[in-house]
Each structure stands twice: as C-alpha cells, then as structure tokens.
C-alpha cells in the first residue's frame, strides 16, 4: 500500500478533488484489472476513452482516479491533469521504484534494425555469463522467461511493471526497442537509458507522423532525453545523422560501414558460409567477428551491438564470442529448407528501404530468378505502397501480390495502390488469399530460384476486419514443401 499523497506529489501539475490521504493498492489503466483500492488512469486513447470506463473501474473497487475530466464519481480522490497518459508514465516509475536505474538499459530506435539488435546484444550479454532483459517486436524477455508482446514498446505502467520483475530477476542489462510512437506518447519517459542508439531514418508510420521531419523530432526525443553521462550511439552513414548528433548532450560515439572517422568502422568484410567474416576497428584496436547472418544491413546492425556492448563495459573478446553465436532470429532473413533446390526466405521489411536491402541481398546470393511475395498492411501508411511495388519490380523477376494485415481496408484496394508502382506489369500477378499466393510462388520455383516472403515475418495471425486468425508462413511453407516431396530441414540436423 502507499498513500495517494505520496504518488502523486510527483505530478508538476494537477487539480486535486477530494481526500488524497487514502492507501492506494496498485494501479491501472486497465479498468478490467482493477480491484479493492486501486488507483485507476482514464487515459484518452486512439480507439478507446478511458474517461467511459471510470464507473466500471469503480464497481470493481477503485478508491481513486487520475483523469483528464472531473465528473460526479462516488471516489475517495480524483486527480486532474492535462495528460493522464504522461501521468502514468510518472507514477509509474515511482511505484515501482525506478528500476531502471538500478540496470543498465540500452534503447534502440530507427526504422530498421531495432529488433535484430536486441538480440544480438542479448547473446553477446547471455555469452558473457550476464542475466538480460529483451523489451521488443517479437517478445519480451525476463532472463529466460519469454513474455507476449503486444506493443513493440510497452505502455508505461507495463514497462515500469516488467523492469521490476527483471530486477527481482537479477537481470542487470536490458535490449529495449524504443519506438517513435512511444516516445511521442510518452511511454519510456521516466526510463533511465544508458545508451541510445540510432540505426537510420526512412519514411515509416507517416500515418501517425504526417511527415518526415515529426518522425525525425519524435526519434530525437530519445537523444534529448539522455543524461550527459550517457552514451548515444549514431549511424553517421544515414543522411540525417547530424541532427541526432547535435540534440544530445550524451557523449557521442559513431559507427559507419565506410567512415573511416567513426568510432567503430567496418575495415572490410568478406562473405563466408551465409554470412561474413568482418575485420573492424574500435578504439581498443582491431576486432575480427564471424557473423553466422547475411545481409550488409546486419553488418550494420552489428557495428551497433559492438558500440552498444563496449560502451557499457564489455570486453571485445566478450563481444567476439557473443555476436559469433548470434545465428539469428524468426522472421529476419529467416530461411525454410527442407533439401529443395531453391531458397526460401521469410522477412519482416515493410518499407521502401528494406526492401531494397533485402532484395539487394537476396540478389547476391541467386543464381536463378526471384520471385517476391507480398502486400502492405490495411490502415496504415499508404504512402509506402507505390515505391514498395517499384522497388519490388525493379529488384525481383516475378511478383505475387496479396494480403498482408488488410485490418478494415479492401485489399485490392491496397494492392491497386501498390501496382501504380509495379513498373513491368507483366510480371506481377494478384492472388488475395496469401497462402494461395505462398503455394503459388513455391510450385512456381525452379533449381537456383529464391522465394522471399515478405511484410509478415514473425508474426504467427493475420488481421482481417478486426479478427485474427492464425497464420504461420514457415508452418505453410514446410507443409507445402514436404507435400511437393521434400522431408527435412537442414537447419534441424
């Protein structure tokens, strides 16, 4: 128990009705959560206003209320303010007793990369004999207990909630993806980062930003919000670097794939056994690495796991060991194979940029022709779609197009949208129902031929209106491949 009082002397500003002395149990935002003596936040949402659940909450045994609006509650103490949202992201921390700043906390934000680098710092850290934390896309870890994830980052009652647990844990580092909608939203707000590290910036959730430059300022809100104490961790080869750089006072450390000025720059690479021999220097002098994953954007993603690694102290023979096991995660260049004569590749890239690099990597490694499956999720930036069908076109030899997530929009609707920018029309064709387009492409594939499956990646349920259904791609592929007569995976034996 702690008094309301306590909570919310935090709070810089607030309009306080009733008696703040009362004993608080836990709080919520979740008005199905609530019980006997909770402190429940009306938080204004997207879908949802919190402000309509006040009474539920209260039947349930709510003793108190932070909200945006004062109304004729029968409740001990209502506290008002102007964001409840922000509010709960302070009292949330003060709950739980800040535990971030009892654990070395590493965000990572950027349109891409963000995922594959939480877990290739989750193996340098589990290699280095350290219990670790994962708050991202796929899942979230508490050392080895996997939890659910709903949001990339989680809402700030729930983080604050987990970062305890992990503490309890005896986790002492956590890999957290910071997403530009949870720092516009204010959800790692009271999160204490040691490092912050930037991968690149390229047109995504525009949707929810309108533009480029409120996409760029809400990333920065993660660099502005370091201590000077902290370190930022900067790609210098993404074009708007500068920008991160200058809004920091962290101390700031560079990586780059060319620069010889970076701190840690790739001195050269050399492909080797689906993946890459990298020879790179860092200020402790020369580092070798064999990474078990392809794709240049991994060499990336790998400068930054160093960076991250050897800023918060761990040794470049630790780092070594780490990244040498990383063998990568679901849904990320993920390959099927079960001994047929052709590549299949599951991915997760949903924008422009990524898919060029994936289809550029793709492209090294085939001899024979490309055949990319995808679509574009439904109420959600559509201004991706026309350069994605471009892009695709330009880069692959045939074109399935179909569903993704098509949530409340028809999809031939989103795949009109996607064919103005097919620039051969000839090669693409349309097949709605996704598994019917996967069967397709692998009856379609030939010796030396790559399939790449692409937008999904992890994600294991489809959206369609507001229902999910299950769907698996690596559970249809193996289905279809054993069904045309191939019966292992090599990866299993």
């Not at 009306?42 to 108190?64: M, Y």
């Not at 659910?148 to 009652?157: F, G, K, V």
């Not at 692409?454 to 791609?473: D, N, P, R, Y």
Request: charged content about 25%.
């Amino acid at each position: 128990m702690i008094k309301l009082k306590t909570l919310i002397d935090i709070l810089p500003q607030k309009e306080i009705l009733g008696d703040t002395g009362c004993d608080i149990s836990k709080i919520e935002y979740d008005s199905r959560m609530i019980e006997k003596d909770d402190l429940f936040f009306a938080i204004t949402g997207f879908e949802q206003d919190g402000h309509k659940f006040i009474n539920s909450a209260i039947k349930k045994g709510a003793i108190a209320c932070v909200l945006e609006r004062k109304g004729n509650y029968p409740l001990k103490a209502q506290v008002i303010v102007k964001n409840a949202r922000e509010a709960l992201a302070y009292l949330s921390a003060l709950y739980y007793d800040n535990p971030s700043y009892k654990m070395k906390v590493i965000g990572i934000t950027g349109t891409n990369g963000k995922t594959t680098i939480t877990y290739m710092l989750k193996s340098i850290w589990d290699n280095s004999g350290e219990k670790t934390g994962l708050i991202g896309t796929i899942a979230h870890f508490i050392g080895e207990k996997r939890v659910q994830a709903l949001n990339t980052t989680p809402e700030s009652l729930d983080l604050q909630r987990m970062l305890s647990e992990m503490l309890k844990k005896k986790v002492s580092s956590v890999a957290m993806e910071v997403s530009s909608h949870s720092l516009v939203l204010g959800r790692v707000k009271m999160v204490d980062f040691d490092v912050a590290v930037l991968t690149n910036l390229n047109p995504e959730h525009l949707d929810f930003h309108k533009n480029m430059k409120s996409y760029k300022e809400a990333k920065g809100i993660l660099f502005q919000s370091l201590k000077d104490n902290a370190y930022a961790i900067i790609n210098i080869d993404d074009p708007e670097w500068e920008y991160f750089y200058r809004i920091t006072k962290a101390q700031r450390v560079t990586y780059s794939f060319k620069n010889k000025n970076a701190d840690f720059y790739l001195e050269n690479f050399l492909p080797y056994n689906s993946g890459y021999k990298l020879n790179i220097s860092t200020p402790s002098g020369h580092l070798e690495i064999d990474l078990k994953v392809m794709g240049e954007v991994n060499i990336y993603n790998a400068l930054a796991s160093i960076a991250s690694a050897f800023v918060t102290g761990t040794s470049l023979e630790k780092i070594k060991k780490g990244l040498g096991n990383f063998s990568g995660i679901k849904g990320r260049l993920e390959q099927v194979d079960l001994g047929q004569e052709f590549k299949v590749i599951i991915d997760y890239a949903h924008t422009p940029f990524a898919f060029e690099n994936l289809l550029q990597t793709v492209k090294k490694i085939t001899k024979g022709k490309i055949i990319f499956v995808f679509g574009c999720g439904g109420d959600r930036d559509s201004t991706k779609r026309e350069p994605m069908g471009r892009i695709a076109s330009q880069f692959s030899d045939h074109l399935i197009l179909t569903t993704d997530n098509p949530r409340s929009e028809n999809p031939e609707n989103i795949i009109q949208e996607i064919l103005n920018g097919v620039i051969d029309r000839s090669k693409a064709e349309v097949i709605l129902d996704r598994k019917e387009a996967i069967i397709l492409a692998l009856k379609m594939a030939k010796k030396d031929d790559t399939v790449v499956l692409t937008g999904k990646g992890h994600e294991t349920c489809q959206v369609i209106g507001k229902e999910k259904f299950h769907f698996s791609e690596r559970e249809i592929v193996e289905e279809e491949l054993k069904r045309l007569g191939y019966v292992y995976d090599r990866a299993k034996v």
